[in-house]
């Protein structure tokens, strides 16, 4: 079983940056994905990015050139680095790992911080 526990999140001005972090606990297959989803106020859950455990790379395209993900299989931990904010950034962001050989089947979640991009 693994338990994701996200952090990081918190109130920044548009244009600011935050970094987000995940921990896991248990051990995660270097086969695994681990990602980055998020779900605005009122609208379902959508894919952000995600790093396989050979760091090949996925992001959704309203991400791209502003956030940068990273994983540390040794530690079991995973960041995501956002910059350049904006209010539609706002959201609860969500830690995942897929099944092993499957990078979009998500099994385990984190609960989720939230990020507010607000002046």
């Known amino acids: 079983q693994v338990q994701l526990v996200e952090s990081g999140g918190g109130l920044v001005q548009p244009g600011g940056s935050l970094r987000l972090s995940c921990a896991a606990s248990?051990?995660?297959?270097?086969?695994?994905?681990m990602g980055w989803h998020r779900q605005a106020p009122g609208k379902e859950r959508e894919f952000v990015a995600s790093?396989?455990?050979?760091?090949?790379?996925n992001y959704v395209d309203f991400v791209k050139g502003r956030f940068t993900i990273s994983r540390d299989n040794a530690k079991n931990t995973m960041t995501l680095q956002m910059n350049s904010l904006r209010p539609e950034d706002t959201a609860v962001y969500f830690c995942?790992?897929?099944?092993?050989?499957?990078?979009?089947?998500?099994?385990?979640w984190g609960r989720g911080t939230l990020v507010t991009v607000s002046s």
């Open positions: 995942s790992v897929s099944r092993p050989l499957n990078p979009s089947g998500w099994i385990y």
């Open positions: 248990g051990s995660i297959s270097s086969a695994s994905a």
């Open positions: 790093i396989t455990g050979d760091r090949r790379t």
